[in-house]
C-alpha cells in the first residue's frame, strides 16, 4: 500500500495563476482532509470530506476549491494563487467511524511570488 | 479563546533519559486527544489517542496521560534515542466539533 500520496511535491506560482493539488489515498478511508502548515500557525485545516461526493469548509478555506469526485482522491484547487498562500500543504485520511488517526501524505511545497 | 499550548522551547535531553512534553489546552470539552510525530520535510505521523475517560495510554517507550482536571496531556519517551530526534504535535478534538484542533508542536532532541 502507498497510504496517501501527494503530487506534486514543490511548486512555484507567480501570483493569479491557478493549480490543483492532488491527493490520493489507497485504504480505503471515508475521509479525507487538506491542511495547510505554517511556520508559528500550526496545522489548520482548509476543507475535509467526510465521503465521497461530499465537502466541508474547514478553518481557512478562504482562496481554495476542492473535489471529491472517487472515494480515493481529494483534490485542493486554487483559483487564483496569492502570495499569502505560499505555505506547505498536508493531505490525510482517516478510515471513519470510530477511528480518529489521521494518515498524512509527505506534503506539497507551494511557493507563490 | 480556544487555544492549544505546547512548550514552546526545544527539548535536549541526553540518550536514554525519559522525554517529558506538554500540551495545555483551555476552554474545551475535549473528546479525544492525540500526539503525532513530525520528522523534517514530512507528514506527521500518528502515535498514541487518549480519551476523556482515559488517565494513561502506553505503547512500547511511549506513555501518555490526560488530566481533565488540569486540562493537560504529558507525552513520555522512555530510554530515548536518538531517533526519535523529532517536533511531536498534539491535537484535541471537542466534544462537539468535527475538527482536530492543532498545536504548534515541540521540537525534541537526543543527544548520544
Known amino acids: 500500500n502507498a497510504g496517501v500520496t501527494q503530487t506534486p511535491k514543490f511548486r512555484v506560482l507567480k501570483t493569479g495563476q491557478s493549480m490543483t493539488l492532488l491527493c490520493a489515498q489507497d485504504m480505503n478511508h471515508e475521509y479525507m482532509y487538506w491542511y495547510r502548515q505554517d511556520p508559528g500557525m500550526g496545522l489548520r485545516l482548509i476543507h475535509y470530506s467526510v465521503g465521497e461526493g461530499t465537502t466541508a469548509k474547514g478553518e481557512v478555506p478562504d482562496g481554495y476549491n476542492v473535489s471529491r469526485l472517487k472515494k480515493q482522491n481529494f483534490l485542493l484547487g486554487l483559483e487564483s494563487a496569492a502570495p499569502s498562500q505560499t505555505s506547505v500543504y498536508f493531505c490525510?485520511?482517516?478510515?471513519?467511524?470510530?477511528?480518529?488517526?489521521?494518515?498524512f501524505g509527505p506534503g506539497t511545497r507551494l511557493t507563490v511570488t | 479563546s480556544q487555544k492549544i499550548e505546547q512548550n514552546s522551547e526545544a527539548l535536549n535531553i541526553q540518550e536514554g533519559k525519559t522525554a517529558t512534553l506538554t500540551c495545555n489546552y483551555t476552554n474545551y470539552s475535549p473528546a479525544y486527544l492525540q500526539w503525532y510525530r513530525q520528522d523534517p520535510g514530512r507528514g506527521p505521523v500518528f502515535l498514541l489517542l487518549i480519551r476523556e475517560n482515559e488517565k494513561e495510554k502506553r505503547k512500547e517507550r511511549l506513555k501518555v496521560t490526560f488530566d481533565t482536571t488540569l486540562k493537560q496531556s504529558l507525552f513520555h519517551i522512555t530510554a530515548s534515542q536518538p531517533a526519535d530526534s523529532a517536533t511531536y504535535l498534539c491535537?484535541?478534538?471537542?466534544?462537539?466539533?468535527?475538527?482536530?484542533?492543532w498545536g504548534l508542536g515541540t521540537s525534541l532532541a537526543v543527544n548520544p
Open positions: 491535537a484535541l478534538k471537542a466534544g462537539n466539533n468535527r475538527k482536530l484542533i
Open positions: 490525510a485520511s482517516r478510515p471513519g467511524g470510530t477511528i480518529y488517526e489521521q494518515y
